[in-house]
C-alpha cells in the first residue's frame, strides 16, 4: 500500500519553487515535467492536469511508476480509449451524515478487528483531512408556519441523538476527522463556499508543498465543487474509508468530453434551465464514467454558481465529473466567500504557473470528443415525471404529463375526489401539485435563482396571489448565508406570505426527507389512487424518492416552484394559462410576475457580501446550543451499546484471519430478483420512510420501536440489521419473478418452494439452507446516489454475483469493494432474451484464477430440465480491484495491510 507521504522519486525532475508574497513553496511543475519527458502535456484537459501532477507527486516507484505517469502524456494519442489504471491519492475526503455514521461505524468495526489480530488500533486512522457534515437528518415534519424551523431541529435531534452522540465520539477518537454540525448547511454547499481551497498547501520535509485541491465524498453530488475549479466525485463510503486509510483509489485514465459553451442566456432563463439542458445532453451522449470539460467564450458569462449548478449534476447525466478550470470568476467567487487573500493569491499563482489557469483566446484542449450548446438556445425547463435527463420546455410540461398519465400510469385524466383543509372543501386530481419544495444543493447554492424565487414572491403578493392550499411548501437553503441574505434583503418576508418559511438547513425533500402530506391530503391521494406531482428544485426526481404519496416529480428552478405552488397543477400550461386572478378578478400570468435579471443582479450585489459569509462561518464547526449540549463517549474503541436501534458493530470481519483465502466458485445459485433497466440505488437501499410492515419495520417494532419514532431508512444506517432488511425493499421496485403484473415492492419467490416472501425472508432462508445468490438486472444498474448501503447489502443478503447489461460507476465500485462480482453480459443479450423466470440455478466456475475483465462461462439450469451457458464480461477492471475482491472487499485488504 503506497502511503501518501512519500517522497516523490521526481523521474521527470520537476520540483521546483514558487514563491508567492512572503511565502515560498514547493510545487511539481507540469512544464518542466512536459520539457523532460512528457511532450504535449500543455494541451491535456485540465482536469488530466490535475492528475498529471497528482501522479508526478505521488511517484513512489509502487503504487505509481514511471509508467504511469507516462500513460497521461500518451493520453493526447490514445485519448482514454486504453483505459490505463492509475493510482490517484485525493487531498481530502468529504462526508454527509447518512453515508458518514455508516462509515465512521465501519472504522470503529475495523479497530475492534484490528484488536483482535493483534494490532494497534489507532493505525485505523484518517491520514487525510475528512469533513463530515450533518446534512441529511432534518424532516419537513413541520412546514409554512414561523415555527417550522425550531420544531423540525428539535424532532431532529430527539430522533437522532444517538447518531450525534456516535459522531461526536468519532470526532474525538480519530485525528483528521471534523464534524460540521446540523442546521449549518448542505455539505456540497459548504463545501463550495467554505472547505474548498482550489489549491491546498501541506508541510513536508521542512516544505511547503503546494498542490491542486481534490476530493472524493461519500456523496454523488461531490462533483459540485468542480465549478470551483476542484477536481472531486462521489465514491461509496468503503472506498471512501480506504482513502481516508492511505489508500490510493484505483481508476482507469477516462476519456474526457469537452462541451463548449457559447453566448449567454436570455432574459427570464435560469441556471437550472441551462443544467437540466446540459444533463439531456450528456445522458444522450453517453458519458458514464467519463469526465466532462466544459470550455468556450461562453464560461465568461457565466457565474461561478451557474457552473457548480451543472458541476452538482453530473451523477444525473452520468459523468465522473463535469470540471470548470480555474480563472477570474473563480478569484471572484473566492473573494466574496471570504477566502484569505493569501490564499486567493497563492490559486492565482500557482495555477498560471502550472498552464492551470483559462483564459479567453487561449487554444482549446485535446479531448476524446466534444459536443456545443449556445446558451442563447436554451429554454425555460423542468424535468419528470420521473428522470432527471427528462428534460421538457415548461411550454410542454401540461401535455407531457397527460401523455404519462395516460401512457406510464394507465389513468385518465378525469379523477378529482374533494377533501376538507380547514373546514373547506377543496377537489384534488391528477396531477395536482402536492409538495412544492425550495430545497438541495444544485440550486439553493445560487443566489440568482434564490433571489430571483424571493421576487416572484413579491411580486406575487403585491397582486393578492395565495399558494394553493394542498401544496406543502418548504424552503430548506443549503447554508446559513442563504437565509441571511434572503432576510436582509426582505425577500424571507414575501416568501413566508406564501408558505416557504424557512423548515431547516439540509437536503430535506431532495432526498426524500420532505415529511408526511397532512393527513387528508395523503388519505385521498391513496384511497382514490391520484396521481399528483411534486415541483422540487432539486436534483433527483426517482420513482418513490420525493414522497410515498407522489409518484409525478419534477425538477424545476425556485422561482417555478413557487409559481406551481401559486397555480397548484401541473396540468395547466404556464406560458399561456394564468397561475391565478388579483385582487380584481383579472387574470395573472408568469411572466407578469417574473423579475428580471438586472433586478435579481442588483438584490445579489446589495445583499450577498464578503463580510457575510466570512461572519456565518466564522464558528462553524461550533454548532448551536443543542449541539453543544450532545454528551458523547470516549476512548480509542467504541462502546457498542446492545440495544442500539441506530448503531450496532456490524459483522462484516466477524472471524476474519490475516491472510485471504482462495475465492470459492458460485455453484447452484438461486436467483433472488429478475430487474429491469435503470435500478437505481434508491431501488435497491431505500433512503425514505420505513413501513410497518416490512421487514425493517417488524425488526424496531420488536425492539421497543414505536412506528412514529421509526425515522427513516437514511438514518438507521449504522444498524445493519435495519439496513439488510430494508435492502431491495423500495416502494416502487419490481421484481419480475413475480411477473410483469405482479406486486411491487421487496418480493420475490423462494424456490423451489414456490413460496411468494419478501426478498429479506427469503434471503435468510437461502442463508439457512447453505445456496447462494444471483441477482439479475438491466442497463445503467446501480445508478442514482452514491449509495454504499446498496452494495452492503447485497452483501449480508447472500448475493455472491450481480449480472446486468450496464453499471452505473459508483455501484459497480461498491460492489467490489464488499467482495460481489459484477458481470455484464458478454454478448447483446439480457435475462429477458435468456428466457429466464426465477426457478432457474446459476453456476459460476474459474473464481480462483479470476483476472481484470475476464470473460467466464455461467451455466443456467432452467426449471424444466434444460441448461443454456451464456457468456459473461467481469466488471472486475484492475489488479487492485481483483485484490480488494480476493480479500473479500476494500476494507477486509486494507485491514489486513495495516495488521501486517
Same mark, same amino acid.
Given at each position: 500500500?503506497?502511503?501518501?507521504?512519500?517522497?516523490?522519486?521526481?523521474?521527470?525532475?520537476?520540483?521546483?519553487? @514558487?514563491?508567492?508574497?512572503?511565502?515560498?513553496?514547493?510545487?511539481?511543475?507540469?512544464?518542466?515535467?512536459?520539457?523532460?519527458?512528457?511532450?504535449?502535456?500543455?494541451?491535456?484537459?485540465?482536469?488530466?492536469?490535475?492528475?498529471?501532477?497528482?501522479?508526478?507527486?505521488?511517484?513512489?516507484?509502487?503504487?505509481?511508476?514511471?509508467?504511469?505517469?507516462?500513460?497521461?502524456?500518451?493520453?493526447?494519442?490514445?485519448?482514454?480509449?486504453?483505459?490505463?489504471?492509475?493510482?490517484?491519492?485525493?487531498?481530502?475526503? @468529504?462526508?454527509?451524515?447518512?453515508?458518514?455514521?455508516?462509515? #465512521?461505524?465501519?472504522?470503529?468495526?475495523?479497530?475492534?478487528?484490528?484488536?483482535?489480530?493483534?494490532?494497534?488500533?489507532?493505525?485505523?486512522?484518517?491520514?487525510?483531512?475528512?469533513?463530515?457534515?450533518?446534512?441529511?437528518?432534518?424532516?419537513?415534519?413541520?412546514?409554512?408556519?414561523?415555527?417550522?424551523?425550531?420544531?423540525?431541529?428539535?424532532?431532529?435531534?430527539?430522533?437522532?441523538?444517538?447518531?450525534?452522540?456516535?459522531?461526536?465520539?468519532?470526532?474525538?477518537?480519530?485525528?483528521?476527522?471534523?464534524?460540521?454540525?446540523?442546521?449549518?448547511?448542505?455539505?456540497?454547499?459548504?463545501?463550495?463556499?467554505?472547505?474548498?481551497?482550489?489549491?491546498?498547501?501541506?508541510?513536508?520535509?521542512?516544505?511547503?508543498?503546494?498542490?491542486?485541491?481534490?476530493?472524493?465524498?461519500?456523496?454523488?453530488?461531490?462533483?459540485?465543487?468542480?465549478?470551483?475549479?476542484?477536481?472531486?466525485?462521489?465514491?461509496?463510503?468503503?472506498?471512501?474509508?480506504?482513502?481516508?486509510?492511505?489508500?490510493? #483509489?484505483?481508476?482507469?485514465?477516462?476519456?474526457?468530453?469537452?462541451?463548449?459553451?457559447?453566448?449567454?442566456?436570455?432574459?427570464?432563463?435560469?441556471?437550472?434551465?441551462?443544467?437540466?439542458?446540459?444533463?439531456?445532453?450528456?445522458?444522450?451522449?453517453?458519458?458514464?464514467?467519463?469526465?466532462?470539460?466544459?470550455?468556450?467564450?461562453?464560461?465568461?458569462?457565466?457565474?461561478?454558481?451557474?457552473?457548480?449548478?451543472?458541476?452538482?449534476?453530473?451523477?444525473?447525466?452520468?459523468?465522473?465529473?463535469?470540471?470548470?478550470?480555474?480563472?477570474?470568476?473563480?478569484?471572484?467567487?473566492?473573494?466574496?466567500?471570504?477566502?484569505?487573500?493569501?490564499?486567493?493569491?497563492?490559486?492565482?499563482?500557482?495555477?498560471?504557473?502550472?498552464?492551470?489557469?483559462?483564459?479567453?483566446?487561449?487554444?482549446?484542449?485535446?479531448?476524446?470528443?466534444?459536443?456545443?450548446?449556445?446558451?442563447?438556445?436554451?429554454?425555460?425547463?423542468?424535468?419528470?415525471?420521473?428522470?432527471?435527463?427528462?428534460?421538457?420546455?415548461?411550454?410542454?410540461?401540461?401535455?407531457?404529463?397527460?401523455?404519462? @398519465?395516460?401512457?406510464?400510469?394507465?389513468?385518465?385524466?378525469?379523477?378529482?375526489?374533494?377533501?376538507?383543509?380547514?373546514?373547506?372543501?377543496?377537489?384534488?386530481?391528477?396531477?395536482?401539485?402536492?409538495?412544492?419544495?425550495?430545497?438541495?444543493?444544485?440550486?439553493?447554492?445560487?443566489?440568482?435563482?434564490?433571489?430571483?424565487?424571493?421576487?416572484?414572491?413579491?411580486?406575487?403578493?403585491?397582486?393578492? @396571489?395565495?399558494?394553493?392550499?394542498?401544496?406543502?411548501?418548504?424552503?430548506?437553503?443549503?447554508?446559513?448565508?442563504?437565509?441571511?441574505?434572503?432576510?436582509?434583503?426582505?425577500?424571507?418576508?414575501?416568501?413566508?406570505?406564501?408558505?416557504?418559511?424557512?423548515?431547516?438547513?439540509?437536503?430535506?425533500?431532495?432526498?426524500?426527507?420532505?415529511?408526511?402530506?397532512?393527513?387528508?391530503?395523503?388519505?385521498? #391521494?391513496?384511497?382514490?389512487?391520484?396521481?399528483?406531482?411534486?415541483?422540487?428544485?432539486?436534483?433527483?426526481?426517482?420513482?418513490?424518492?420525493?414522497?410515498?404519496?407522489?409518484?409525478?416529480?419534477?425538477?424545476?428552478?425556485?422561482?417555478?416552484?413557487?409559481?406551481?405552488?401559486?397555480?397548484?397543477?401541473?396540468?395547466?400550461?404556464?406560458?399561456?394559462?394564468?397561475?391565478?386572478?388579483?385582487?380584481?378578478?383579472?387574470?395573472?400570468?408568469?411572466?407578469?410576475?417574473?423579475?428580471?435579471?438586472?433586478?435579481?443582479?442588483?438584490?445579489?450585489?446589495?445583499?450577498?457580501?464578503?463580510?457575510?459569509?466570512?461572519?456565518?462561518?466564522?464558528?462553524?464547526?461550533?454548532?448551536?446550543?443543542?449541539?453543544?449540549?450532545?454528551?458523547?463517549?470516549?476512548?480509542?474503541?467504541?462502546?457498542?451499546?446492545?440495544?442500539?436501534?441506530?448503531?450496532?458493530?456490524?459483522?462484516?470481519?466477524?472471524?476474519?484471519?490475516?491472510?485471504?483465502?482462495?475465492?470459492?466458485?458460485?455453484?447452484?445459485?438461486?436467483?433472488?430478483?429478475?430487474?429491469?433497466?435503470?435500478?437505481?440505488?434508491?431501488?435497491?437501499?431505500?433512503?425514505?420512510?420505513?413501513?410497518?410492515?416490512?421487514?425493517?419495520?417488524?425488526?424496531?417494532?420488536?425492539?421497543?420501536?414505536?412506528?412514529?419514532?421509526?425515522?427513516?431508512?437514511?438514518?438507521?444506517?449504522?444498524?445493519?440489521?435495519?439496513?439488510?432488511?430494508?435492502?431491495?425493499?423500495?416502494?416502487?421496485?419490481?421484481?419480475?419473478?413475480?411477473?410483469?403484473?405482479?406486486?411491487?415492492?421487496?418480493?420475490?419467490?423462494?424456490?423451489?418452494?414456490?413460496?411468494?416472501?419478501?426478498?429479506?425472508?427469503?434471503?435468510?432462508?437461502?442463508?439457512?439452507?447453505?445456496?447462494?445468490?444471483?441477482?439479475?438486472?438491466?442497463?445503467?444498474?446501480?445508478?442514482?446516489?452514491?449509495?454504499?448501503?446498496?452494495?452492503?447489502?447485497?452483501?449480508?443478503?447472500?448475493?455472491?454475483?450481480?449480472?446486468?447489461?450496464?453499471?452505473?460507476?459508483?455501484?459497480?465500485?461498491?460492489?467490489?469493494?464488499?467482495?460481489?462480482?459484477?458481470?455484464?453480459?458478454?454478448?447483446?443479450?439480457?435475462?429477458?432474451?435468456?428466457?429466464?423466470?426465477?426457478?432457474?440455478?446459476?453456476?459460476?466456475?474459474?473464481?480462483?484464477?479470476?483476472?481484470?475483465?475476464?470473460?467466464?462461462?455461467?451455466?443456467?439450469?432452467?426449471?424444466?430440465?434444460?441448461?443454456?451457458?451464456?457468456?459473461?464480461?467481469?466488471?472486475?477492471?484492475?489488479?487492485?480491484?481483483?485484490?480488494?475482491?480476493?480479500?473479500?472487499?476494500?476494507?477486509?485488504?486494507?485491514?489486513?495491510?495495516?495488521?501486517?
Amino acid at each position: 500500500m503506497g502511503s501518501l507521504v512519500t517522497k516523490s522519486l521526481d523521474s521527470f525532475n520537476c520540483r521546483r519553487s @514558487l514563491k508567492v508574497g512572503d511565502r515560498e513553496y514547493v510545487y511539481f511543475d507540469l512544464k518542466e515535467a512536459e520539457k523532460n519527458g512528457l511532450d504535449g502535456v500543455s494541451r491535456l484537459p485540465f482536469s488530466m492536469k490535475v492528475l498529471l501532477e497528482n501522479l508526478l507527486r505521488k511517484e513512489d516507484g509502487r503504487a505509481v511508476g514511471k509508467e504511469s505517469i507516462e500513460a497521461v502524456a500518451a493520453w493526447l494519442t490514445d485519448k482514454g480509449s486504453k483505459g490505463v489504471e492509475i493510482a490517484y491519492s485525493p487531498a481530502r475526503v @468529504l462526508m454527509q451524515d447518512f453515508t458518514g455514521v455508516p462509515a #465512521v461505524v465501519d472504522l470503529a468495526a475495523m479497530r475492534d478487528a484490528m484488536a483482535a489480530l493483534g494490532g494497534d488500533p489507532q493505525k485505523i486512522n484518517p491520514l487525510v483531512p475528512v469533513d463530515l457534515v450533518i446534512d441529511h437528518s432534518v424532516i419537513v415534519d413541520e412546514f409554512g408556519t414561523p415555527m417550522a424551523f425550531k420544531r423540525n431541529v428539535e424532532l431532529e435531534y430527539k430522533r437522532n441523538g444517538e447518531r450525534y452522540r456516535f459522531l461526536k465520539w468519532g470526532q474525538k477518537a480519530f485525528e483528521n476527522f471534523r464534524v460540521v454540525p446540523p442546521g449549518t448547511g448542505i455539505c456540497h454547499q459548504v463545501n463550495l463556499e467554505y472547505l474548498g481551497q482550489v489549491v491546498w498547501s501541506k508541510d513536508e520535509d521542512g516544505a511547503t508543498v503546494a498542490y491542486p485541491d481534490t476530493c472524493v465524498g461519500t456523496d454523488s453530488h461531490t462533483t459540485m465543487i468542480n465549478g470551483l475549479g476542484v477536481l472531486g466525485w462521489g465514491v461509496g463510503g468503503i472506498e471512501a474509508e480506504a482513502a481516508m486509510l492511505g489508500q490510493p #483509489v484505483s481508476m482507469l485514465l477516462p476519456e474526457v468530453i469537452g462541451f463548449k459553451l457559447t453566448g449567454k442566456l436570455n432574459e427570464g432563463v435560469t441556471a437550472t434551465d441551462l443544467v437540466l439542458t446540459v444533463t439531456q445532453m450528456l445522458r444522450k451522449k453517453g458519458v458514464v464514467g467519463k469526465f466532462v470539460e466544459f470550455f468556450g467564450p461562453g464560461l465568461t458569462n457565466m457565474t461561478l454558481a451557474d457552473r457548480a449548478t451543472i458541476g452538482n449534476m453530473s451523477p444525473e447525466y452520468g459523468a465522473t465529473c463535469g470540471f470548470f478550470p480555474v480563472d477570474d470568476e473563480t478569484l471572484r467567487y473566492l473573494r466574496t466567500t471570504g477566502r484569505s487573500d493569501e490564499r486567493i493569491d497563492l490559486v492565482e499563482a500557482y495555477s498560471k504557473a502550472q498552464g492551470m489557469w483559462r483564459e479567453d483566446g487561449a487554444p482549446d484542449p485535446v479531448f476524446t470528443d466534444t459536443l456545443e450548446l449556445d446558451l442563447g438556445d436554451v429554454v425555460p425547463s423542468m424535468a419528470g415525471p420521473k428522470r432527471p435527463e427528462g428534460r421538457i420546455p415548461l411550454s410542454g410540461i401540461a401535455e407531457g404529463f397527460a401523455r404519462s @398519465l395516460k401512457e406510464e400510469y394507465k389513468k385518465d385524466g378525469d379523477t378529482a375526489e374533494r377533501f376538507q383543509v380547514a373546514g373547506e372543501d377543496y377537489d384534488l386530481g391528477h396531477g395536482d401539485v402536492a409538495i412544492a419544495a425550495i430545497t438541495s444543493c444544485t440550486n439553493t447554492s445560487n443566489p440568482s435563482v434564490l433571489i430571483g424565487a424571493g421576487l416572484l414572491a413579491r411580486n406575487a403578493n403585491r397582486l393578492g @396571489l395565495k399558494q394553493k392550499p394542498w401544496v406543502k411548501t418548504s424552503l430548506a437553503p443549503g447554508s446559513q448565508v442563504v437565509a441571511e441574505y434572503l432576510d436582509k434583503s426582505g425577500l424571507q418576508g414575501e416568501l413566508d406570505k406564501l408558505g416557504f418559511n424557512l423548515v431547516g438547513f439540509g437536503c430535506t425533500t431532495c432526498i426524500g426527507n420532505s415529511g408526511p402530506l397532512p393527513e387528508p391530503i395523503s388519505r385521498t #391521494v391513496n384511497d382514490k389512487d391520484l396521481i399528483v406531482a411534486s415541483v422540487l428544485s432539486g436534483n433527483r426526481n426517482f420513482e418513490g424518492r420525493v414522497s410515498p404519496d407522489v409518484q409525478a416529480n419534477y425538477l424545476a428552478s425556485p422561482p417555478l416552484v413557487v409559481a406551481y405552488a401559486l397555480a397548484g397543477t401541473v396540468t395547466r400550461d404556464l406560458t399561456r394559462e394564468p397561475l391565478g386572478e388579483d385582487r380584481d378578478g383579472n387574470p395573472v400570468y408568469l411572466k407578469d410576475i417574473w423579475p428580471s435579471t438586472h433586478e435579481i443582479q442588483e438584490f445579489i450585489d446589495k445583499n450577498v457580501t464578503r463580510e457575510l459569509f466570512a461572519s456565518k462561518y466564522a464558528d462553524v464547526f461550533k454548532g448551536d446550543e443543542l449541539w453543544r449540549e450532545v454528551q458523547a463517549p470516549e476512548g480509542e474503541t467504541y462502546a457498542w451499546d446492545e440495544n442500539s436501534t441506530y448503531v450496532q458493530n456490524p459483522p462484516y470481519f466477524a472471524g476474519m484471519s490475516g491472510t485471504a483465502g482462495q475465492v470459492s466458485d458460485i455453484r447452484g445459485a438461486r436467483i433472488l430478483g429478475l430487474f429491469g433497466d435503470k435500478i437505481t440505488t434508491d431501488h435497491i437501499s431505500p433512503a425514505g420512510s420505513i413501513k410497518a410492515d416490512s421487514p425493517a419495520g417488524r425488526y424496531l417494532m420488536d425492539n421497543g420501536v414505536e412506528v412514529v419514532d421509526f425515522n427513516q431508512y437514511g438514518t438507521r444506517r449504522g444498524n445493519h440489521e435495519v439496513m439488510m432488511r430494508g435492502t431491495f425493499a423500495n416502494i416502487r421496485i419490481r421484481n419480475h419473478m413475480l411477473g410483469e403484473d405482479g406486486r411491487t415492492g421487496g418480493y420475490t419467490i423462494h424456490h423451489p418452494s414456490g413460496e411468494e416472501m419478501s426478498i429479506y425472508d427469503a434471503a435468510m432462508r437461502y442463508r439457512s439452507e447453505d445456496v447462494p445468490l444471483v441477482v439479475f438486472a438491466g442497463v445503467e444498474y446501480g445508478n442514482g446516489s452514491s449509495r454504499d448501503w446498496a452494495a452492503k447489502g447485497t452483501n449480508l443478503l447472500g448475493v455472491r454475483a450481480v449480472i446486468a447489461e450496464s453499471y452505473e460507476r459508483i455501484h459497480r465500485s461498491n460492489l467490489i469493494g464488499m467482495g460481489v462480482i459484477p458481470f455484464v453480459f458478454a454478448e447483446e443479450t439480457g435475462w429477458q432474451e435468456l428466457g429466464l423466470k426465477g426457478d432457474e440455478t446459476v453456476t459460476i466456475e474459474g473464481l480462483a484464477d479470476l483476472k481484470p475483465r475476464q470473460e467466464l462461462d455461467a451455466k443456467i439450469a432452467f426449471g424444466d430440465g434444460s441448461e443454456k451457458t451464456v457468456r459473461l464480461l467481469c466488471r472486475i477492471d484492475t489488479l487492485d480491484e481483483l485484490e480488494y475482491f480476493r480479500n473479500g472487499g476494500i476494507l477486509h485488504y486494507v485491514l489486513r495491510d495495516l495488521a501486517a
